[in-house]
C-alpha cells in the first residue's frame, strides 16, 4: 500500500510543475524572453511549494510526475544552454574576438546517443 501524501495537493503541485516546465520549453522554443522568465518565476514558487513535501509523502503516481518533471527540466536546460552557445558564437563573430567559454568534449547534447 502506497503511502498517503499529507500535502493534499502534491499531486496538483507537480502537475503544475509540468504545465510551466511545457510552457518554458514552448518560451524557448519561440525565443520569447518574457514567457521564459515568467516559467522561471512560476517554477521559483512551485518549488517553494514542493519543499513543504517530504519523501516519505510521495507515492507511486507522485514519483512518475517528478520524473517527467525531471527529464523535461533537462531538456529545458540543455536548450537554454544550446541557444547561449549560439548567442555567444554570433556575438564572437561580430566582434572577432575568441569565446571565453567553451563547452567540453563532454557537454551533452540533445538527440545524441549513449
Known amino acids: 500500500m502506497s503511502a498517503v501524501p499529507r500535502h493534499p495537493n502534491l499531486r496538483d503541485t507537480l502537475r503544475q510543475m509540468l504545465?510551466?516546465?511545457?510552457?518554458?520549453?514552448?518560451a524557448l522554443a519561440g525565443l520569447d524572453i518574457d514567457a521564459v522568465m515568467g516559467a522561471a518565476n512560476d517554477k521559483?514558487?512551485?518549488?517553494?511549494?514542493?519543499?513543504?513535501s517530504?519523501?516519505?509523502?510521495?507515492?507511486?503516481?507522485?514519483?512518475?510526475?517528478?520524473?517527467a518533471a525531471r527529464r523535461l527540466?533537462?531538456?529545458?536546460?540543455?536548450?537554454?544552454?544550446?541557444v547561449?552557445?549560439?548567442?555567444?558564437?554570433?556575438?564572437?563573430?561580430?566582434?572577432?574576438r575568441p569565446q571565453l567559454y567553451r563547452a567540453g568534449p563532454g557537454f551533452p547534447r540533445i538527440g545524441a546517443r549513449a
Request: hydrophobic share 35%.
Open 73 to 82: 527540466n533537462e531538456v529545458n536546460r540543455q536548450v537554454r544552454n544550446l
Open 84 to 96: 547561449a552557445v549560439n548567442v555567444a558564437a554570433r556575438l564572437n563573430a561580430l566582434t572577432g
Open 54 to 67: 517530504a519523501p516519505d509523502e510521495i507515492d507511486e503516481e507522485c514519483r512518475g510526475l517528478l520524473d
Open 19 to 26: 504545465a510551466v516546465l511545457e510552457e518554458e520549453r514552448q
Open 44 to 52: 521559483t514558487r512551485l518549488c517553494g511549494t514542493l519543499e513543504t
